[in-house]
């Protein structure tokens, strides 16, 4: 199977300074239709995951723009270009290309300092 | 915008069959452009894709390995929902377990979660 892999598991961060959470796939993501099919998600404390990013850069509706994905193949980055109360939470990369069709990183532990 | 509402018991003796219900709202079970997901999350096993059910032109169905020999999903056209049955469950099967509609290019959007304990 693919292996999703994060780094790092926690990311404590000032409010106002930036992040970035890696991701690599062990097989690459990019499929014959030119798109990545990674995803990246948030679970904020006692919810459900909610969608970010899709197909490696995309914004999903209502995601504010301090947030941006970026990366092909195997190696993503989300970052988030200051970051707020309201980003903490777990962020999970997820590749949508593969058997099993989702695969999910460890996820990355968002906190604020 | 893709509502769902999940139900279905938050316990279940070991060796029976968990079921849970989604119920979708602003799409229908039966459109050509996505499919219907079940997912879990445990503290062991993190999140984890179990299957999904979706239409074109007939009805498929995909499941994880993991649980093939186990699980049905099922749409219900004229509730416009769908189903989880998981059968032979374990303690290992405890999880929050989740629908969610799989997009046009494969993005999730989820339900609220059931907490689904196993215990006798």
């Known amino acids: 199977d693919i292996v999703m892999t994060q780094s790092p598991l926690s990311l404590p961060v000032t409010p106002g300074e930036p992040a970035s959470i890696s991701c690599r796939s062990s097989q690459s993501l990019l499929n014959s239709n030119g798109y990545n099919y990674l995803d990246w998600y948030l679970q904020k404390p006692g919810q459900s995951p909610q969608l970010l990013i899709s197909?490696?850069?995309n914004r999903a509706s209502g995601v504010p723009d301090r947030f941006s994905g970026s990366g092909s193949g195997t190696d993503f980055t989300l970052k988030i270009s200051g970051v707020e109360a309201e980003d903490v939470g777990v962020y999970y990369c997820?590749?949508?290309?593969?058997?099993?069709?989702?695969?999910f990183g460890q996820g990355t532990k968002l906190e604020i300092k | 915008q893709v509502q769902l509402q999940q139900s279905g018991p938050g316990l279940v003796k070991p060796s029976q069959t968990l079921s849970l219900t989604c119920a979708i709202s602003?799409?229908?079970?039966?459109?050509?452009?996505?499919?219907w997901n079940w997912l879990r999350q445990s503290p062991s096993r993190g999140l984890e894709w179990l299957g999904r059910t979706y239409y074109k032109s007939k009805w498929y169905n995909e499941y994880a390995v993991s649980v093939k020999s186990r699980i049905a999903i099922n749409a219900d056209t004229s509730r416009n929902q769908f189903s989880l049955q998981l059968n032979s469950v374990t303690p290992e099967d405890t999880a929050v377990y989740y629908c969610?509609?799989?997009?046009?290019?494969?993005?999730?959007?989820w339900g609220q979660g059931t907490l689904v304990t196993v215990s006798s």
């Open positions: 197909l490696g850069s």
């Open positions: 969610a509609k799989g997009g046009e290019w494969r993005e999730l959007y």
């Open positions: 602003g799409d229908s079970v039966s459109t050509n452009n996505g499919a």
């Open positions: 997820v590749q949508a290309l593969h058997t099993p069709l989702y695969t």
